[in-house]
């Protein structure tokens, strides 16, 4: 009862410390992973909206030739990736529609949120897919969580899904803890591994990744971002949701005329 009383204080005066992380913007990294450099990829970026996509995909005739990938982080001046300190409480979320054409082989797109290591960072994914129909968590020291084993979700390519991630250290044992979030139903708070390697900062965002198939050229996919929220409100940089309406329809007519 103690515990969960402390937990549930961190929690309300999270917001105490959700202040200090200057966020006002995110930064794009484009081609994390480019194993298809002469796919046709872009990015529209209209706060609080982002929309990453990536089209014949079907690989350059040079290894590796498995995916690209194309990311994105919160940022408080748009070109830097900010690194947030351990220390401070946060609560990352958004609207996300992962569109695959085909379905298979596989499209993904949710959470990447990189933590300093001693050797640089490592990473976790929270994350949809077009072909497992997964909603799940993994990648260390990141705990994994599958919403489809724990909660009968399932995700089809052109749903919206609302993803959320609250980070926090709990009072009651001083361990740094993680709440996924999935159409309004909560993971339990669950431990990251090996915090002692932890260097201090965490880095919150998004990513789209396509995987090749080799020999079609209309393999391709598409990732919207919706109001993307920062501690409940929106990452303010001016923006016209509408314009990534359009976008993501237009991928998806053009699809169909296909």
Avoid: C
């Avoid at 799940?136 to 995700?155: C, I």
Wanted: glycine share 10%; proline share 6%.
């Amino acid at each position: 009862m103690v515990k969960k009383l402390l937990l549930l204080t961190v929690l309300s005066l999270g917001l105490v410390t959700w202040a200090n992380a200057q966020v006002g913007n995110v930064v794009i990294l484009d081609r994390v992973f480019n194993d298809d450099t002469d796919s046709i990829s872009s990015h529209i970026k209209a706060l609080p909206a982002v929309l990453l996509t990536d089209n014949k995909v079907d690989g350059d005739g040079a290894a590796p030739d498995w995916a690209n990938r194309h990311a994105w982080f919160v940022s408080s001046d748009g070109v830097n990736p900010l690194q947030v300190p351990l220390s401070e409480s946060w609560k990352l979320e958004f609207d996300l529609t992962l569109i695959g054409s085909p379905i298979s082989p596989r499209k993904e797109a949710g959470f990447l949120i990189r933590i300093g290591m001693p050797w640089g960072y490592s990473e976790g994914q929270f994350i949809v897919n077009t072909d497992a129909h997964e909603v799940v968590a993994f990648g260390w020291p990141f705990p994994f969580y599958s919403f489809n084993a724990n909660h009968g979700l399932s995700y089809n390519s052109g749903d919206t899904i609302h993803l959320g991630v609250q980070f926090f250290q709990d009072p009651s044992d001083n361990l740094y803890k993680v709440i996924y979030s999935a159409n309004g139903i909560d993971s339990p708070a669950l431990t990251l591994d090996a915090q002692s390697q932890f260097t201090g900062w965490i880095t919150p965002g998004g990513y789209l990744q396509v995987q090749i198939m080799a020999g079609n050229p209309t393999n391709g996919g598409a990732a919207l971002f919706n109001t993307i929220l920062w501690n409940g409100a929106p990452v303010p940089e001016p923006a016209s949701v509408a314009v990534l309406g359009l976008g993501v329809a237009a991928l998806v007519l053009r699809r169909r005329k296909k």
